[in-house]
């Protein structure tokens, strides 16, 4: 047993990697640029060469601060096209758009020469002085020259050169820098195509980086519990998910025990009644029961039992009682739960629904047996039977579904937090998600994965105690 | 010189309306007052106060905050000298005893502050306070680097050596907006937040220049100091000199404050809405989903609800027996907000050879339904407007200008003219553009979780396809389609932006600088003349002189239509009837919960 559990935990680890590389690599590849969006909320005037400057150091410090400095994974695996350097361009989209070049040209001392005569033209443009009447038409050249550093496609190449030059041609002697810069970029670009080496991208070309990179930087901090800060209010992700966690144990536990506690004698009952009355209301009730959503669920108690109009149990939302953090430890615990007993019933009748479905089908399953006939014969009481010697048989299908009590409780219940103004762990991860919100998001993606693999070993564990014949140590 | 866009505190905020993720900008608005107030007589102290927030604040910090949220609760702490008084809508003076002395080249502001004004141990708030507040601000190393850009043309504070109360302020160059921009930020203590003085032998020009301060270990050990947990969160850490203490914050679910029993306020003879504050406690309750808050408002767990949203508000007002209307006053003050839908205008050629023609773009203007739209996606709450200017701001709004009508057939003749003609027969007009022929198609860009959109895109679409206009509906995830906006990669959005009382200063929005390098110009709007227009109204301190400039920009803004102008959307609040003395104006937040009463009959709560 001891052995099984050890194997099983060793196993563990290489899934755990796995998981948070995977989830690390989607994270990194959302779309639009997360560094843009943070660091553009701080710089205003950027026309300027000096605010240029500015902006460019805000998006650099913004970008190093959320740790996306640096290749991403230990190493790459991609063709001999691509350079191991392609990291260290700044912006996102600029990268993306070499990528595509390189995956088609496949040259890269011709790309990397062409983008380069891109920036510096883009640097002459906005460094042009022009008379006021031009005002347009150099700010037009200047956003094409900007445009040109992060496109890629032929068609849009052409595009914006086309662009500039039909001003310039209007302009020449205003604009003649830009002439010059035009004609280096268009010689750099036919360079590019002409020598293109497309073989190199079917080569396949392995970069190693070493452990100075993204991934291995989150990992780190992540096992060593430094978990990051939140992008919306700086606070320390750690912090963040401590305060969520105890109102959504509380509530995933408690409506775990309180589905198990209903859901086994119902089941239980429903088979002594099989085919009976009874047992066809049972069945009824629950299948309405389970198909209503809980969320519908949520506003049909609320109506009916946080509603002066009909019966005012229960408070409508939130954890506390206006002032209730003037009052002595045990008033404000039972406030706590008078809050939180609603969502919690809704929150486990779902469970109830299908446990007892669960249980219903194993002990009929069970009660055919031979044995259970013998023990009847035997003369025992039916209560002893069916609790005694059915349970233990027909409960193990029910176990597996332990495995998903533990990133039960952390992922949280999303919805019915919303709706109850819960501040716990699901409702942290929704809010997470519209503020774009990473460390948050992919700290509870983590904790959830391994909490899941936890739940799923400690299933087994169980079926172990519950099923004799199930031994894991001779495997 | 970095005065720019709007100052921080009345901030006109870009929000795209089609995201869905509800912003909510500090900013002004207008109207006043439905005074539901059944019961006269003099004000008395108590009850509770208890405000609903769709969120928590990021912090309750004077100055390392964003959240729209925390705007609302910091007021009742910290204060400025110059506030928005909700009914003449005006700035008027709160710490400052009275409007500054402006010096002739309006480059200086000497301002005092009040005899009475003190800091809770008794403590006069000074002109070192301010000064200090400055040099938090202009701290080119804090966590609030926006606030840096809207202050840094503040050059000197200069504190009377002989009355501490009395101080002037100096800026760099002359600016409309320069004595409610000085007069618009939260004082604070420096006794409290800078006891050692770390700040003191550091200047505000050293601020203002990076290259100065460079790695300053005295300025380091501030603004780790000054940015620490405990000024954020901690109730011992938040001391402003406004009538309420922060005592309780439960994460997620409420922030609570007291009121201060002995404040200065209450020693100010003369009366008005900075120097009252009568509720025991202000409690903003943090509730996600806006139909639980309404729930708990009919269940008395909630007094004050912005933003109710419009089916809801529309039934409050039409079934009179809802039971929200028992215990609730319903409020709408028209706001300064402008929704509108931005073309991209970019002269050719730009990404669409389309809408750079300024008929194509009249056209549509003409081809939208704007009181359909008003009706069916915003319920009725708000009025047509003919440009960014709100028609509140009287002193700006040109008020010859007409909005253009819903006319199918001016389009069509308008689309005639610009040369579109459907000559293949197959229901859109084309045109041959360099030899290619290119069929009438725009692409309306919506952002994936917003709800009003696809209503707004479908009732558009209807419309254009009668005058032969194929409007392609793109939806798009909202960082993507902000990342579209910036390079002027895209045909047609909407956003709305919001405004205040001030005139309005269209540097952000309208001037070419903002065009090229991926700021709010979106629309490419804008050439040397209006750009000199906007720069002139900035340094144009004579409201009477401003007019003209603001009227002629009007015009050519109405003139080029780089946006279809839909509407001033209303607020729509419930406040629950036990107040008295509920003003209400869209000016953020919308109402003064320090005015509220309760008479002692009605109170709901007794003391603690």
Same mark, same amino acid.
């Given at each position: 047993?001891?052995?099984?559990?050890?194997?099983?935990?060793?196993?563990?680890?290489?899934?755990?990697?796995?998981?948070?590389?995977?989830?690390?690599? @989607?994270?990194?590849?959302?779309?639009?640029?997360?560094?843009?969006?943070?660091?553009?909320?701080?710089?205003?005037?950027?026309?300027?060469?000096?605010?240029?400057?500015?902006?460019?150091?805000?998006?650099?410090?913004?970008?190093?601060?959320?740790?996306?400095?640096?290749?991403?994974?230990?190493?790459?695996?991609?063709?001999?096209?691509?350079?191991?350097?392609?990291?260290?361009?700044?912006?996102?989209?600029?990268?993306?758009?070499?990528?595509?070049?390189?995956?088609?040209?496949?040259?890269?001392?011709?790309?990397?020469?062409?983008?380069?005569?891109?920036?510096?033209?883009?640097?002459?443009?906005?460094?042009?002085?022009?008379?006021?009447?031009?005002?347009?038409?150099?700010?037009?050249?200047?956003?094409?020259?900007?445009?040109?550093?992060?496109?890629?496609?032929?068609?849009?190449?052409?595009?914006?050169?086309?662009?500039?030059?039909?001003?310039?041609?209007?302009?020449?002697?205003?604009?003649?820098?830009?002439?010059?810069?035009?004609?280096?970029?268009?010689?750099?670009?036919?360079?590019?195509?002409?020598?293109?080496?497309?073989?190199?991208?079917?080569?396949?070309? $392995?970069?190693?980086?070493?452990?100075?990179?993204?991934?291995?930087?989150?990992?780190?901090?992540?096992?060593?519990?430094?978990?990051?800060?939140?992008? =919306?209010?700086?606070?320390?992700?750690?912090?963040?998910?401590?305060?969520?966690?105890?109102?959504?144990?509380?509530?995933?536990?408690?409506?775990?025990?309180?589905?198990?506690?209903?859901?086994?004698?119902?089941?239980?009952?429903?088979?002594?009644?099989?085919?009976?009355? =009874? *047992?066809?209301?049972?069945?009824?009730? $629950?299948?309405?029961?389970?198909?209503?959503?809980?969320?519908?669920?949520?506003?049909?108690?609320?109506?009916?039992?946080?509603?002066?109009?009909?019966?005012?149990?229960?408070?409508?939302?939130?954890?506390?009682? *206006?002032?209730?953090?003037?009052?002595?430890?045990?008033?404000?615990?039972?406030?706590?739960?008078?809050?939180?007993?609603?969502?919690?019933?809704?929150?486990?009748?779902?469970?109830?629904?299908?446990?007892?479905?669960?249980?219903?089908?194993?002990?009929?399953?069970?009660?055919?047996? *031979?044995?259970?006939?013998?023990?009847?014969?035997?003369?025992?009481?039916?209560?002893?039977?069916?609790?005694?010697?059915?349970?233990?048989?027909?409960?193990?299908?029910?176990?597996?579904?332990?495995?998903?009590?533990?990133?039960?409780?952390?992922?949280?219940?999303?919805?019915?937090? @919303?709706?109850?103004?819960?501040?716990?762990?699901?409702?942290?991860?929704?809010?997470?998600?519209?503020?774009? *919100?990473?460390?948050? $998001?992919?700290?509870?993606?983590?904790?959830?994965?391994?909490?899941?693999?936890?739940?799923?070993?400690?299933?087994?564990?169980?079926?172990?105690?519950?099923?004799?014949?199930?031994?894991?140590?001779?495997? | 010189?970095?005065?720019?866009?709007?100052?921080?505190?009345?901030?006109?905020?870009?929000?795209?309306?089609?995201?869905?993720?509800?912003?909510?900008?500090?900013?002004?608005?207008? +109207?006043?007052?439905?005074?539901?107030?059944?019961?006269?007589?003099?004000?008395?102290?108590?009850?509770?106060?208890?405000?609903?927030?769709?969120?928590?604040?990021?912090?309750?910090?004077?100055?390392? +905050?964003?959240?729209?949220?925390?705007?609302?609760?910091?007021?009742?702490?910290?204060?400025?000298?110059?506030?928005?008084?909700?009914?003449?809508?005006?700035?008027?003076?709160?710490?400052?005893?009275?409007?500054?002395?402006?010096?002739?080249?309006?480059?200086?502001?000497?301002?005092?502050?009040?005899?009475?004004?003190?800091?809770?141990?008794?403590?006069?708030?000074?002109?070192?306070?301010?000064?200090?507040?400055?040099?938090?601000?202009?701290?080119?190393?804090?966590?609030?680097?926006?606030?840096?850009?809207?202050?840094?043309?503040?050059?000197?504070?200069?504190?009377?050596?002989?009355?501490?109360?009395?101080? +002037?302020?100096?800026?760099?160059?002359?600016?409309?907006?320069?004595?409610? %921009?000085?007069?618009?930020?939260?004082?604070?203590?420096?006794?409290?937040?800078?006891?050692?003085?770390?700040?003191?032998?550091?200047?505000?020009?050293?601020?203002?220049?990076?290259?100065?301060?460079?790695?300053?270990?005295?300025?380091?050990?501030?603004?780790?100091?000054?940015?620490?947990?405990?000024?954020?969160?901690?109730?011992?850490?938040?001391?402003?000199?406004?009538?309420?203490?922060?005592?309780?914050?439960?994460?997620?679910?409420?922030?609570?404050?007291?009121?201060?029993?002995?404040?200065?306020?209450?020693?100010?003879?003369?009366?008005?809405?900075?120097?009252?504050?009568?509720?025991?406690?202000?409690?903003?309750?943090?509730?996600?989903?806006?139909?639980?808050?309404?729930?708990?408002?009919?269940?008395?767990?909630?007094?004050?609800?912005?933003?109710?949203?419009?089916?809801?508000?529309?039934?409050?007002?039409?079934?009179?027996?809802?039971?929200?209307?028992?215990?609730?006053?319903?409020?709408?003050?028209?706001?300064?907000?402008?929704?509108?839908?931005?073309?991209?205008?970019?002269?050719?050629?730009?990404?669409?050879?389309?809408?750079?023609?300024?008929?194509?773009?009249?056209?549509?203007?003409?081809?939208?339904?704007?009181?359909?739209?008003?009706?069916?996606?915003?319920?009725?709450?708000?009025?047509?407007?003919?440009?960014?200017?709100?028609?509140?701001?009287?002193?700006?709004?040109?008020?010859?200008?007409?909005?253009?009508?819903?006319?199918?057939?001016? %389009?069509?003749?308008?689309?005639?003219?610009?040369?579109?003609?459907?000559?293949?027969?197959?229901?859109?007009?084309?045109?041959?553009?360099?030899?290619?022929?290119?069929?009438?198609?725009?692409?309306?860009?919506?952002?994936?979780?917003?709800?009003? %959109?696809?209503?707004?895109?479908?009732?558009?679409?209807?419309?254009?396809?009668?005058?032969?206009?194929?409007?392609?509906?793109?939806?798009?995830?909202?960082?993507?389609?902000?990342?579209?906006?910036?390079?002027?990669?895209?045909?047609?959005?909407?956003?709305?932006?919001?405004?205040?009382?001030?005139?309005?200063?269209?540097?952000?929005?309208?001037?070419?600088?903002?065009?090229?390098?991926?700021?709010?110009?979106?629309?490419?709007?804008?050439?040397?003349?209006?750009?000199?227009?906007?720069?002139?109204?900035?340094? +144009?301190?004579?409201?009477?002189?401003?007019?003209?400039?603001?009227?002629?920009?009007?015009?050519?803004?109405?003139?080029?239509?780089?946006?279809?102008?839909?509407?001033?959307?209303?607020?729509?609040?419930?406040?629950?009837?036990?107040?008295?003395?509920?003003?209400?104006?869209?000016?953020?937040?919308?109402?003064?919960?320090?005015?509220?009463?309760?008479?002692?009959?009605?109170?709901?709560?007794?003391?603690?």
């Amino acid at each position: 047993m001891l052995r099984y559990i050890l194997r099983r935990l060793l196993i563990i680890v290489p899934t755990m990697f796995a998981i948070m590389s995977l989830s690390f690599l @989607i994270s990194r590849n959302t779309p639009g640029d997360l560094v843009d969006a943070l660091a553009s909320a701080t710089d205003e005037e950027r026309s300027s060469a000096r605010s240029r400057d500015q902006a460019k150091k805000e998006y650099q410090r913004v970008k190093t601060e959320l740790g996306l400095d640096g290749p991403v994974f230990y190493f790459s695996l991609t063709s001999l096209a691509q350079p191991d350097t392609l990291h260290r361009i700044l912006k996102r989209n600029e990268r993306q758009a070499l990528d595509q070049m390189i995956a088609r040209y496949g040259n890269w001392p011709e790309i990397s020469a062409y983008y380069h005569a891109v920036c510096a033209a883009e640097e002459a443009a906005f460094a042009l002085k022009t008379p006021p009447d031009l005002l347009n038409e150099t700010n037009n050249v200047r956003l094409y020259f900007n445009t040109l550093r992060y496109v890629a496609t032929e068609r849009e190449i052409e595009f914006n050169l086309a662009a500039i030059d039909s001003v310039t041609a209007l302009h020449p002697a205003e604009m003649a820098p830009l002439t010059v810069e035009l004609n280096n970029i268009r010689a750099k670009r036919r360079a590019m195509v002409e020598d293109a080496t497309p073989w190199k991208t079917y080569v396949p070309a $392995l970069h190693w980086y070493g452990f100075n990179n993204q991934f291995h930087r989150w990992m780190w901090n992540f096992l060593t519990l430094d978990w990051g800060k939140s992008f =919306q209010d700086r606070r320390p992700v750690r912090t963040k998910i401590a305060e969520a966690l105890p109102w959504s144990i509380f509530m995933g536990f408690l409506s775990f025990v309180i589905a198990y506690l209903i859901a086994i004698p119902v089941g239980v009952y429903s088979v002594r009644k099989r085919g009976t009355w =009874q *047992d066809r209301a049972v069945t009824t009730v $629950l299948f309405l029961a389970y198909s209503i959503p809980s969320f519908v669920m949520a506003m049909l108690v609320m109506t009916f039992f946080c509603n002066p109009e009909f019966f005012y149990l229960f408070p409508t939302s939130g954890v506390a009682s *206006d002032g209730a953090e003037n009052w002595p430890f045990w008033e404000r615990m039972l406030d706590y739960a008078h809050h939180l007993i609603l969502p919690t019933l809704v929150f486990s009748y779902i469970g109830v629904a299908f446990l007892s479905r669960q249980m219903r089908v194993g002990m009929i399953d069970t009660v055919d047996m *031979d044995y259970i006939r013998t023990a009847r014969a035997k003369g025992l009481r039916e209560r002893t039977v069916i609790w005694k010697h059915a349970m233990r048989n027909s409960i193990l299908p029910i176990i597996t579904h332990l495995a998903n009590l533990l990133p039960r409780i952390v992922s949280g219940a999303v919805i019915l937090e @919303i709706i109850f103004a819960i501040p716990g762990v699901g409702r942290l991860a929704i809010q997470a998600n519209f503020a774009y *919100d990473q460390p948050v $998001l992919i700290a509870i993606l983590t904790l959830t994965a391994i909490l899941t693999l936890l739940g799923i070993l400690l299933s087994d564990i169980l079926y172990a105690v519950a099923d004799p014949r199930i031994s894991f140590s001779k495997r | 010189m970095k005065k720019n866009l709007l100052l921080a505190l009345f901030t006109a905020g870009l929000l795209l309306i089609f995201t869905g993720c509800g912003s909510e900008e500090n900013g002004g608005g207008e +109207t006043t007052t439905t005074n539901d107030s059944t019961s006269s007589g003099e004000p008395v102290f108590g009850d509770w106060i208890r405000v609903h927030t769709p969120s928590d604040p990021d912090a309750l910090h004077p100055y390392a +905050t964003t959240h729209g949220s925390a705007n609302m609760i910091k007021e009742l702490m910290f204060q400025y000298l110059y506030d928005f008084d909700i009914d003449t809508k005006q700035m008027t003076p709160v710490l400052a005893k009275d409007y500054a002395i402006v010096s002739e080249d309006g480059l200086a502001f000497t301002f005092e502050m009040r005899d009475e004004a003190t800091w809770d141990d008794g403590s006069p708030i000074t002109g070192y306070d301010y000064a200090f507040s400055v040099k938090c601000i202009l701290n080119p190393i804090s966590e609030s680097p926006h606030l840096r850009g809207y202050y840094s043309f503040i050059t000197e504070v200069q504190v009377d050596p002989n009355n501490e109360r009395r101080f +002037t302020v100096l800026t760099e160059e002359p600016f409309f907006l320069s004595e409610f %921009a000085v007069a618009g930020f939260e004082i604070i203590s420096k006794e409290f937040y800078d006891p050692d003085g770390r700040l003191d032998n550091i200047t505000i020009a050293q601020l203002r220049d990076d290259s100065l301060i460079a790695d300053n270990p005295y300025l380091t050990a501030f603004n780790k100091a000054f940015h620490d947990e405990k000024f954020k969160r901690d109730p011992e850490g938040i001391y402003g000199s406004g009538p309420y203490r922060f005592v309780n914050w439960t994460t997620g679910d409420n922030i609570t404050l007291e009121r201060k029993k002995e404040w200065w306020g209450y020693k100010v003879p003369k009366k008005g809405w900075p120097f009252e504050a009568y509720a025991d406690k202000v409690i903003f309750k943090s509730i996600p989903d806006r139909s639980t808050a309404l729930r708990a408002a009919q269940a008395g767990e909630i007094d004050v609800i912005r933003d109710v949203p419009g089916d809801e508000f529309t039934k409050y007002i039409e079934e009179k027996d809802h039971p929200i209307n028992q215990d609730f006053a319903l409020h709408r003050p028209q706001s300064y907000t402008y929704v509108y839908l931005g073309l991209n205008a970019c002269p050719p050629p730009g990404r669409t050879p389309v809408l750079a023609d300024k008929k194509v773009r009249r056209a549509l203007a003409h081809l939208t339904n704007v009181n359909q739209i008003i009706e069916t996606v915003y319920n009725g709450y708000g009025q047509p407007i003919v440009g960014p200017i709100s028609p509140l701001n009287v002193n700006e709004y040109n008020d010859n200008l007409k909005p253009v009508p819903f006319d199918i057939d001016k %389009a069509k003749s308008l689309l005639d003219e610009a040369g579109w003609t459907d000559s293949d027969a197959d229901g859109v007009r084309d045109k041959v553009i360099g030899g290619k022929k290119v069929p009438l198609e725009i692409e309306f860009m919506i952002s994936s979780s917003s709800q009003t %959109a696809p209503s707004m895109a479908a009732i558009l679409t209807n419309e254009a396809k009668k005058a032969g206009v194929r409007i392609n509906v793109v939806k798009k995830e909202f960082s993507k389609l902000t990342e579209q906006l910036k390079s002027h990669n895209f045909d047609m959005f909407g956003a709305a932006f919001n405004g205040s009382p001030l005139p309005k200063d269209l540097k952000q929005v309208w001037h070419t600088d903002s065009w090229v390098n991926r700021g709010s110009n979106y629309t490419c709007f804008g050439n040397a003349h209006t750009d000199s227009l906007i720069m002139q109204i900035r340094v +144009t301190l004579n409201p009477d002189d401003r007019k003209p400039l603001y009227h002629e920009i009007q015009e050519i803004i109405q003139d080029e239509q780089p946006m279809i102008f839909l509407m001033a959307p209303e607020e729509r609040m419930i406040i629950h009837k036990r107040f008295a003395n509920v003003n209400t104006s869209s000016i953020r937040p919308g109402f003064k919960v320090q005015q509220f009463w309760t008479p002692a009959e009605k109170r709901k709560f007794d003391a603690n």
